[in-house]
């Protein structure tokens, strides 16, 4: 498949980059990783930011919420995964209660990750009651990737994974919050699980580019979960994932295989011995 696929070239990207692209209106790339290994191979192939996403608690760490990871077990992933990047821009999610209390402690949290891993951005999860911590990130120097819609940290406030802003009131605070993130200086948007009519809407309103799950294809760009896409998650099947790959099944023909191939003593052959 890749074959007939034009070649991403490699450059470094930063924030200001990202912003220039929804001015040229250069779609943006965004996947998440988590390790050294998937990283680098997203970062091989020209991929604009990689985020290390706090759905590492699903994905990663096998919780059903994104609720418990912790800051620190986001450093550690951020740090293999910067170890690994030389051009994407590395953003990484804030996770739950590092921020939400107050700008202080928000600081103190963020400044953790900006200096025990040096990546590019932070992202926050949140609407109008967080764009004074955004403002104020942004002021000493940490840049903000904002999030709206299907914010998953506020779960149980929802009690449903389902689309967000179906209704005119929610729809209307969303636009708000979109506006008011731009304003304290977020220099990008994640929009999730909301009709791509909203999306559109939002991203012809705001100066700063919207990156969206779930959103519709009027958005700057398109981030994924890379497990979801590349066929991992087999039971999470939403209509916003596009499968690029059925890792899973290919997976599980390797590890029966090997198993085969040792029970039968097939494996080592004499070449793989020394
Ligand atoms: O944590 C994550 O992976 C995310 C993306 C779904 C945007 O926030």
């Known amino acids: 498949m890749s074959k007939s696929i034009p070649q991403s070239k490699p450059r470094v990207v930063t924030t200001k980059t990202v912003m220039d692209m929804k001015r040229t209106g250069e779609k943006i790339t965004m996947l998440t990783a988590y390790d050294f290994l998937v990283a680098r191979l997203l970062d091989q192939v020209g991929i604009d930011i990689i985020l290390v996403g706090d759905s590492l608690s699903n994905v990663v ?91 998953p ?41 909301i009709p791509g009519k909203l999306a559109r809407k939002v991203t012809e309103s705001i100066s700063i580019p919207t990156i969206g799950i779930g959103a519709g294809r009027h958005c700057d760009g398109q981030v994924l979960v890379v497990y979801d896409m590349l066929g991992m998650t087999e039971e999470f099947k939403p209509r916003f994932v596009r499968r690029y790959g059925e890792l899973a099944e290919t997976m599980r023909g390797a590890f029966r295989q090997y198993i085969h191939d040792v029970k039968s003593n097939d494996f080592p052959s004499n070449d793989e011995s020394y």
């Not at 994407?88 to 400044?111: C, H, S, W």
């Not at 990546?119 to 942004?138: D, M």
């Not at 449903?160 to 948007?189: H, M, N, P, S, W």
């Open 61 to 151: 760490q096998g919780n059903v919420t994104t609720l418990p990871v912790t800051l620190d077990d986001m450093i550690y992933h951020a740090n293999a995964v910067k170890r690994a990047v030389k051009n994407a821009l590395i953003v990484v999610d804030m996770p739950f209660m590092t921020y939400q209390n107050n700008k202080e402690e928000a600081v103190r949290n963020a400044g953790r990750i900006m200096k025990e891993v040096g990546v590019g951005a932070v992202k926050l999860e949140g609407g109008e009651y967080i764009a004074e911590t955004v403002q104020h990130l942004v002021k000493i120097g940490i840049p903000v990737m904002g999030h709206l819609g299907l914010m």
């Open 153 to 193: 940290q506020a779960i149980n406030k929802y009690g449903t994974y389902e689309v967000r802003a179906t209704e005119k009131t929610e729809a209307d605070q969303l636009l708000r919050d979109a506006k008011v993130l731009a304003d304290a200086g977020a220099f990008a948007l994640v929009l999730e699980k």
